[in-house]
């Protein structure tokens, strides 16, 4: 942004920007100055060309084909966040954009196996966690759930600790089966010497594992968060690759779910999942690329009968697994 007067002193045949979906958000001051670039064409290479909604698409094209798709309030009155808005948009934005998937430019690529954990919660752990649910209707007193509603009931989900008013504490393996279904995975694991990445977007859940997992099983564990400085966050991947015998790196996906190269790893780990696919598919990709010469085994923890259910639903149908 401070560089854009140096930028436009040339008049650019193609801009082309890498990692385009942080141009989602049209009114960032980021977008703004990208826009002002002087090009004659400009291009945007993403993974989750849509993240959350509607206006990520429209900013991206704002950016390619500047008044294509008209401005941002009429765009906005046009088309909503659900599936018929996107099958309404997708006949203007297919002549545009080309799709690449790893298995058509990296056929030298091990396999990747997805494997569903799909656990159920013990009775202790329901008997809580319907209490808190039938908390949450009682005050929502007939309206609709909340975004901080449903993340609590996700947080939970991930682990009770999570829920500081349910004053838990001591060993974590004994108030959670997903927990206890995890230790029996990194189990394995560490049998056989491998190292594991694992992804949750909960900090509180990164400090429950890297308070832990050392102890119970003698390994070391590094974390990448949301406050880990970017200049940092390669260092940390080096490390945890050199690492001699078993390792595992904590990952928040949004912190870590680009522009890292961890295939020291062939063990991922999704803890909890996320509504965004294109989120956990980019988030996998961390060990599933180019340099990685064993094969993916892809876990994807979540409790039925719950909201992660709902979640898991939501995005299983537009989920796009490397797998061959």
């Known amino acids: 942004m401070s560089d854009l007067a140096m930028f436009n002193m040339i008049k650019w045949n193609i801009v082309v920007l890498d990692e385009a979906q942080n141009i989602k958000n049209p009114d960032a001051a980021r977008t703004k100055a990208v826009k002002l670039l002087n090009r004659e064409l400009g291009i945007a290479v993403t993974g989750t060309p849509f993240e959350n909604h509607m206006t990520d698409i429209w900013s ?17 009155d046009m088309f909503d966040d659900d599936n018929e808005s996107a099958l309404n948009i997708e006949p203007i934005l297919t002549p545009l954009m080309i799709r690449r998937k790893v298995v058509e430019v ?51 989900c991930t682990h009770p600790f999570l829920i500081k008013e349910l004053g838990l504490s001591g060993d974590p393996a004994k108030y959670s089966l997903k927990y206890r279904r995890l230790c029996d995975i990194l189990s394995e694991i560490v049998e056989c010497g ?38 940092n966050r390669q ?58 010469r064993n094969t993916v085994f892809v876990y994807r923890l979540f409790y039925t009968d719950t909201v992660e259910q709902v979640v898991n639903e939501r995005i299983g149908e537009n989920a796009i697994y490397p797998t061959r």
Not at 60 to 69: E, T
Not at 247 to 266: C, D, E, F, M, W
Request: hydrophobic share 45%; charged share 20%.
């Open 194 to 231: 491998g190292k594991a990445i694992l992804f949750t977007s909960y900090t509180g859940m990164i400090d429950i594992l890297n308070n832990d997992i050392p102890v119970r099983f003698a390994i070391p564990v590094y974390k990448i968060n949301g406050s880990t400085p970017v200049a």
């Open 235 to 292: 260092p940390i991947v080096d490390s945890f690759s050199a690492a001699k015998g078993s390792a595992l790196l904590v990952l928040n996906p949004r912190a870590a779910g680009t522009g890292l190269n961890i295939t020291a790893a062939n063990y991922v780990i999704h803890y909890n999942l996320e509504w965004n696919p294109a989120l956990e598919d980019q988030a996998s990709a961390r060990a599933y690329r180019r340099g990685q």
């Open 60 to 76: 991206l094209m704002d950016f390619i084909a500047p008044g294509l798709m008209g401005n941002l309030s009429g765009f906005m």
């Open 106 to 156: 990296a056929d030298d690529l091990p396999e990747c196996v997805v494997i569903p954990e799909v656990l159920r919660m013990d009775n202790r752990e329901s008997l809580m966690y319907e209490g808190e649910r039938e908390g949450i209707l009682s005050e929502l007193a007939g309206k609709k759930a909340t975004l901080a509603s449903i993340q609590k009931l996700r947080m939970f």
